[in-house]
């Protein structure tokens, strides 16, 4: 029981640390408080206001949030010490010696007895907290009764006793594949040699009539897209043996990293379907001929720009989305006003789906954004007179993405039977392109000449 209550002051010990740190960090609120209260005072426009208004809403969720944590330490404080009062309680019941007590006092009666029990308790709890307070300051502690220890003379560390080996779970990686290919529109392509789709690239044109003459003839003009199959696999091996050995389902866990494989290969072919397609309209951005890399194009009006250059002359479609590489994303970050150097750009990530959330400028325009490390980094490119590709932004929809036969993983202990292997292999049927006249604006970027 005594060791207990040390683990439980040590334990102790740690949490009241740790809600020092809290409030330590929620001192520091003060100060930040201080400079929005500064910053208030200084905005002059609605904008500067808007910017002001936001940072204080940060500011007010994340000392909530810090304050949450300093009261579940505070909680667990409180707990940690009723445990400690009862495992001292139960130390003290432990140490009383009844039958000794019992021979020195037979001729006394039951309250005189209780009296000394009490005194005796009271002494041992004493001593323990005593003890207590000195293994917490200095980190030793005094055995009295080695007798006891002695009699402990089988080990855990003794030789011939073994204990089980424990094992978790195989955790998967933090960085999952990008969710592209689940934005896209997916068509079930099975039974087809090829997959073809029309596309209306231009409306038919009115004109003046002339009282008995006919109007001038127009007709809107297609293009066809058509869709070839194409196929991509991957495949592992995965010991027999470890279905004997470990609890653990590597097994399952080769088939999961095998789907990711795939996965990862079609968001790298619609990566390159989109830019690519004669369909897409462009917003080009010129920069100075002094420029190295594409950093410059990251200012405070690019996502508004390239949210309004997509939809026509007349529209602004709503459900798009801007797939765009993280660096870029970094890039969005990193913009800052120019008075008050605050953030331009928020950006929200959808805790259901990393690499997917919502990006806003301060002047109210917000859209989607979906991350891809296959499309090219617009902050990375190096800068000619020839104009490169980067981020695009569309409806993912004017996307499809034919599959043939569906995504397949089996698993299989044929091929490499005779070296105890099981074989995992992946495979996938695909192609991907645009359907739609300007389904998506791609950005591209060059240097003055």
């Not at 940072?55 to 909530?64: C, D, M, Q, R, S």
Request: proline share 4%; net charge negative.
């Amino acid at each position: 029981m005594a060791l207990k209550t040390l683990l439980l002051r040590k334990k102790l010990s740690e949490k009241e640390a740790k809600a020092t740190e809290q409030r330590g960090i929620l001192a520091q609120f003060k100060t930040r408080e201080e400079e929005l209260a500064a910053a208030i005072e200084e905005a002059k426009t609605e904008e500067e206001m808007a910017a002001v208004e936001e940072a204080v809403a940060e500011l007010e969720k994340t000392e909530e949030v810090a304050k949450q944590v300093l009261e579940d330490v505070e909680k667990e404080i409180q707990d940690l010490i009723g445990q400690i009062e009862e495992s001292e309680k139960a130390q003290e019941e432990a140490l009383d010696e009844p039958a000794a007590e019992d021979d020195g006092e037979e001729n006394e009666d039951g309250e005189a007895r209780s009296r000394r029990r009490g005194e005796k308790r009271s002494m041992n709890h004493r001593m323990s907290l005593r003890a207590a307070e000195d293994f917490k300051r200095t980190g030793k502690h005094t055995y009295e009764n080695v007798r006891s220890l002695i009699r402990a003379a089988v080990v855990s560390t003794s030789t011939g006793v073994i204990g089980p080996v424990g094992v978790d779970g195989i955790n998967d990686p933090v960085a999952k594949p990008s969710a592209m290919c689940d934005l896209v529109k997916l068509v079930d392509a099975t039974g087809m040699a090829q997959y073809k789709v029309a596309a209306l690239t231009a409306d038919a044109t009115t004109a003046s009539i002339t009282e008995g003459s006919a109007p001038t003839e127009s007709e809107p003009t297609f293009a066809a897209v058509t869709f070839t199959p194409a196929n991509y696999g991957v495949v592992g091996y995965v010991s027999k043996e470890i279905r004997k050995q470990s609890p653990l389902n590597y097994e399952e866990k080769v088939t999961e990293s095998s789907r990711r494989a795939l996965r990862k290969r079609l968001n790298a072919l619609i990566a390159a379907a989109i830019p690519a397609s004669s369909l897409c309209d462009t917003y080009a951005i010129t920069l100075a001929s002094t420029a190295t890399t594409g950093a410059p194009a990251f200012t405070a009006d690019l996502l508004s720009n390239i949210i309004l250059a997509y939809g026509g002359d007349e529209g602004v479609d709503g459900q798009a989305c801007l797939f765009l590489n993280k660096k870029d994303l970094k890039a969005f970050a990193a913009v800052r006003g120019t008075n008050e150097y605050l953030p331009v750009y928020s950006i929200q990530p959808d805790p259901d789906s990393p690499s997917t959330g919502i990006i806003k400028d301060n002047n109210g325009l917000s859209c989607r954004y979906c991350l891809s490390n296959d499309v090219a980094a617009l902050v990375d490119l190096t800068m000619t007179t020839t104009a490169k590709k980067a981020m695009f932004y569309g409806n993912p929809l004017n996307c499809e993405l034919p599959i043939w036969g569906g995504m397949d993983v089996e698993v299989n202990d044929g091929y490499k039977f005779g070296e105890g292997l099981l074989t995992v292999r992946g495979e996938v049927t695909a192609d991907a392109d645009v359907v739609a006249q300007g389904g998506f604006v791609v950005v591209t970027c060059k240097k003055g000449s």
